[in-house]
């Protein structure tokens, strides 16, 4: 079974390393790519991701807006907070819908360990 995934970051540079990280891994779908929280939930409606990988600080709406919107119109749609915030945000973004928030400064494999533990 292919894993849908879109990836909202509003770097270019951290959204290609998510996405080449990521294609190498079997049965994953890179389904879309955004910049800010408004082409996020645009995107997410019309796309329809399984999985929806989201950096908390993104113009127009932030992380944290984007996965309270998307929990109430996706509810089947998981959501990984993928910041350099982390544990400052843990309760906040949990509250708004997050399954599971990964620290940026740990790198791309914890970041795949959560995808996969979601998709489990």
């Known amino acids: 079974m292919i894993t849908r995934i879109l990836i909202a970051d509003d770097s270019q540079i951290v959204r290609g390393i998510i996405r080449s990280f990521l294609e190498r891994k079997p049965n994953i779908e890179i389904c ?8 996020t939930i645009d995107a997410a409606l019309i796309l329809q991701p399984d999985v929806l990988i989201l950096d908390v600080l993104m113009p127009e709406f932030n ?34 819908g997050a399954n599971v928030i990964v620290s940026k400064s740990d790198g791309l494999s914890p970041l795949l360990l959560a995808l996969e533990s979601l998709l489990n």
């Open 32 to 39: 879309g790519e955004t910049a800010d929280g408004r082409q």
């Open 63 to 96: 992380g944290i807006e984007v996965a309270s919107i998307l929990k109430k119109s996706l509810p089947n749609t998981k959501t990984i907070l993928f910041t350099v915030y982390g544990d400052f945000i843990k309760s906040l973004a949990l509250a708004a």
